[in-house]
């Protein structure tokens, strides 16, 4: 049972590079996201998209990108990393109706900005 | 706009007691869904409970029980006889409808610190 899978677990970036963090899940869900926890806090809506082809912002969208091309693949892109970035992010998948709503959660990937 | 508030940034207690993480939401929906998460050291988040807004049923599940009251908007989860394994940092939150994205409002935690 793969459930999110996320890469990289952990990637340290200098200010201005860019990079891509990685999402896949294999339950067939409709809806992806990606979240990030900065430290001490809860965790906010980055982006999300509820099939392929459509995404959508959620509450902290700058600086980040988003594509849905396949069902199962939700990359994040990051350009131009900040220290504002720094933090862990969450790429996380549910069904769209039901019962099945819950809300499944990758194990994180721990990103810093120097 | 959809808020949870964990009021309790912080509880320590020591092994065996029972211990209460309060949860209070602001919705104007009515219809959602309230759940709460485990974030143990390693980092991972655990689901522990989804309970939508028109069950207001308590639930107990083991040494776990949530206390869910519409009357207050509060959903809160107590541990009972509490366990050194059981530190962690707990987070409540909210969702609106599904069919609007299942977009989760998360609060701020509370860190349980149980002390052998």
């Known amino acids: 049972n793969a459930g999110v899978t996320q890469t990289p677990k952990f990637r340290i970036l200098k200010i201005g590079q860019s990079m891509t963090l990685q999402c896949t899940q294999d339950?067939?869900?409709?809806?992806m996201y990606w979240y990030r926890q900065d430290p001490g806090m809860g965790l906010k809506l980055i982006y999300y998209?509820?099939?392929?082809?459509?995404?959508d912002k959620g509450e902290v969208p700058n600086g980040y990108n988003v594509s849905r091309s396949t069902t199962e693949d939700f990359p994040l892109r990051l350009e131009l990393a900040a220290p504002s970035q720094t933090s862990v992010y969450f790429c996380a998948s549910s069904r769209r109706t039901g019962s099945g709503n819950t809300i499944y959660f990758g194990e994180g990937s721990w990103l810093t900005v120097v | 706009a959809q808020k949870v508030t964990q009021a309790q940034t912080e509880i320590s207690v020591v092994e065996k007691e029972d211990v209460t993480l309060d949860c209070v939401y602001e919705t104007r929906d009515t219809t959602y869904y309230l759940f709460w998460y485990k974030q143990p050291p390693s980092g991972e988040l655990v689901f522990l409970i989804r309970?939508?807004?028109?069950?207001?049923q308590n639930e107990i599940s083991g040494r776990y029980s949530w206390n869910f009251q519409k009357s207050t908007s509060s959903f809160n989860f107590t541990i009972t006889a509490s366990q050194v394994v059981d530190s962690a940092v707990y987070f409540c939150?909210?969702?609106?409808?599904?069919?609007?994205?299942?977009?989760?409002?998360f609060g701020a935690g509370t860190i349980l610190r149980v002390k052998s």
């Open positions: 339950m067939n869900h409709n809806y």
């Open positions: 998209s509820v099939g392929a082809g459509i995404t």
């Open positions: 309970r939508n807004s028109f069950d207001e």
């Open positions: 939150a909210l969702s609106e409808r599904p069919e609007y994205g299942n977009k989760l409002v």
